[in-house]
Nanobody, 117 residues
């Protein structure tokens, strides 16, 4: 059974930091492209950051320099460190695992991040 369980969401202050975790079971995070997506109310779900099997990272322009995606293979966990938060970062954040071989995806349940003063 494939499961992606997210934690770490919550309220944050502008300029502050939050960290999200995504613990995978049923798959290995180091054999999938792992990504974080976010969706604000009334908006589409957009890619925030991804990390390839080789460890290459990719970021949306809106978060580049502020967010960092990382992976701990021993813990089978992917993280999103979010610094210098702004209200525009408010969204539900989803962990995603993409199988390049099978061409299918698994999704976490979503974690609400709310940035306000």
């Amino acid at each position: 059974q494939v499961q992606l369980v997210e934690s770490g969401g919550g309220p944050g202050q502008p300029g502050g930091s939050l960290s999200l975790s995504c613990v995978a079971s049923g798959i290995r995070v180091d054999t999938h492209v792992m990504g974080w997506y976010r969706q604000a109310p009334g908006q589409q779900r957009d890619l925030v950051a991804s990390i390839s099997v080789r460890g290459t990272t990719n970021y949306a322009d809106s978060v580049k320099g502020r967010f960092t995606i990382s992976r701990d293979d021993a813990k089978n966990t992917v993280y999103l460190q979010m610094n210098s938060l702004s209200p525009e970062d408010t969204a539900v954040y989803y962990c995603n695992a993409h199988s390049q071989f099978f061409g299918r995806d698994a999704w976490g349940q979503g974690a609400q991040v709310t940035v306000s003063s």
